[in-house]
């Protein structure tokens, strides 16, 4: 067997298909192992360049690769899928991801560390947490409407549903029904606990690190999206420009352009979508604070007077995106447009 120089490694859970090539693009290797085999596998091969997408454990693997002096570069899979010959199967991907590793333009996805993803995790638990919330509470309201206890929007409405709930002496719920409900409130109850205590977490998060602080200061940026900002993007210089980073994210319109005239539409459904949310949301909160006590940007003003208010949301955020990337890589802090001009 030749020196392997490209491996393409279609991972999964137990199965891993490995498609190695030499210096001249010649087929050397052409494997299937099990998840046991794959780390002993590559601690024979001399130090070579390894592509793996960037898909659920890809950031596990790059990192026990690069422990054995591999020079691993994760990709998404979208830009992989087009050097899939014909038919789909283990094979064809792994072939596929090397071919796709060793192009000069391609674009790599930069590996994270193992507190990152930990972030991470908190983030998807606290997401996951405040699903559950809603739907808990969405239940208790649901049930009650059908004894005719309806009770108004927010969180007041919801107490008082639950204190009807508590209270053994309102006849209007059968007692059958009531065990049930109370189930469903000491869920709510431990719910809303734990999602207090990832707050919390995130928060801390947040504040541990200076990158997360000079974030804050950014009009629409709290703890949270500061925390996801950090633990997403693992090396900002991986971006040319603001633009790509708000490319990234997905806060650009998509374009259908051809013959030399540009067509573009309104944001698609790719990119980093949470990230996207938190952006959008803090826009939002910008938007509403201007139309009530006024502001010092001119440029948000004139927007809002030719645009709705969630077009000029997706814009404000897009330029967030690109404030965001340039504090991360100058090392800057957050200067009012106002006070800069003064």
């Given at each position: ?45 001399e ?39 014909r ?31 930990s ?18 509470a ?10 005719g ?27 059958l ?13 431990l ?42 993007v ?6 040319r ?44 909160a ?8 006024g ?36 090392g ?11």
């Open positions: 067997m030749g020196r392997v120089a490209v491996v393409g490694l279609d991972i999964a859970k137990s199965v891993f298909q490995v498609h190695g090539v030499d210096a001249d693009g010649e087929v050397v290797v052409r494997q299937r192992l099990r998840r046991s085999r794959v780390l002993p596998f590559f601690a024979t091969v130090p070579c360049r390894i592509g793996i997408e960037a898909c659920a454990s890809g950031h596990y693997w790059a990192r026990e690769l690069r422990a054995l002096g591999h020079d691993v570069r994760l990709m998404a899979p979208s830009y992989v899928k087009p050097y899939v010959k038919q789909k199967n283990d094979a064809a991907d792994a072939e596929a991801i090397c071919e796709a590793v060793s192009r000069p333009t391609m674009r790599f996805v930069p590996v994270k560390t193992a507190e990152q993803q972030v991470m995790v908190l983030h998807r638990t606290r997401l996951l947490l405040m699903r559950q919330r809603t739907r808990l969405n239940a208790i309201r649901g049930h009650m409407a059908e004894y206890i309806v009770a108004p929007i927010g969180r007041e409405g919801l107490q008082r549903l639950i204190e009807m709930i508590g209270d053994a002496s309102d006849e209007r719920v059968p007692p029904a009531r065990g049930c409900l109370r189930l469903l409130v000491t869920q709510l109850q719910v809303n606990a734990q999602a207090l205590e990832t707050d919390r977490q995130i928060k801390a998060s947040a504040r541990s690190t200076e990158v997360g602080r000079r974030l804050m200061e950014i009009p629409g940026v709290g703890p949270v999206l500061a925390s996801a900002i950090v633990a997403s693992a090396d900002p210089g991986a971006f420009c603001g633009r790509n980073l708000a490319a990234w994210i997905g806060l650009v319109p998509r374009q259908n352009s051809s013959g030399g005239k540009d067509r573009l539409g309104g944001i698609s459904k790719q990119g980093h979508r949470y990230l996207r949310q938190m952006l959008v949301v803090g826009a939002l910008v938007i509403r604070y201007a139309q009530r006590h502001t010092r940007r001119p440029w948000l003003v004139q927007l809002l007077a030719r645009r709705t208010t969630k077009v000029a949301a997706v814009a404000l955020a897009n330029k967030t995106a690109r404030i965001i990337w340039a504090i991360m890589t100058n800057e802090r957050y200067r009012e447009p106002g006070g800069q001009a003064a």
